[in-house]
């Protein structure tokens, strides 16, 4: 890491990438997980609310912030590579609140999404800017903001309403730009249109990290996919393991 810390080397890794070379940040869901993709070689993590519920034993969106906290802090003291969090809408947390909790997390970076889970509907962009603003003002430039933009997500499907948010949030002091299962043709005209590296969601069966590097994306997540894949290879180890004992 460098001397200025890890939050300076997760935000250099975003800047003076290569079409087709972007950051990939795989999504780790407990200390184990992380260790083997930070042995792997990756120089950052991430960590996915889906993921961390699952393997918590909640549905998604529902995991108590404390049982949150306590796994992100379980992955950061696994490695040595920083950590950045998916803290879902910021669980009615202050942002001094948010800022504290992820620092005694050992977190650097964090994502933050524009749905309001109370009411499953989007927040108004300039509510969620001016919430962005003051997390950025509270953290100063110990942590790396990824916004993220609900947009596709919750059925507005044009690029227009995805970049007038991006816009907003940019302004609002965010490093990191993630409008969440935007079409991947539409990449190249977002990545064009917004100010900041844009974060694009890898998924089975699409295209693969490259490819999407290629298309403007300069950051690759993988949401709770790879958990999810993780569980299926155990759950054909298990099934095996049935078929081979009999029992």
Partial sequence: MTAAGPAATLRALHHGRRPGDPLVLPNVWDAASARVFADAGFPAL??????????????DGQTPADEMFAAIARIARAVDVPVTADVEAGYGLSAAELVGRLAE??????????????????????????????????????????????????????PAAAVARARAYAEAGVDCLYPILA????????????????NALAKPGGPSPRELGA?????????????????ATLAQVARQLRADTGN
């Fill in 46 to 59: 991430a960590t996915p609310s889906m993921g961390i519920a699952a393997s918590l034993g909640y549905a």
């Fill in 105 to 158: 997390a050992g977190a650097v970076g964090c994502n933050l999404e524009d749905s309001d889970h109370a009411t499953g509907a989007l927040r108004a962009p300039e509510e969620q800017a001016g919430w962005l603003a003051e997390v950025r003002a509270a953290a100063g430039d110990a942590l790396v903001l990824n916004a993220r933009i609900d947009t596709f997500l919750r059925g507005e499907p044009g």
């Fill in 183 to 198: 079409p991947p043709e539409l990449l190249p005209e977002l990545a064009a249109a917004v100010p900041l590296p844009l």
């Fill in 215 to 231: 298309l403007g994306a300069t950051r690759i997540t993988f949401g709770g996919g790879l958990q999810h894949q993780a569980t």
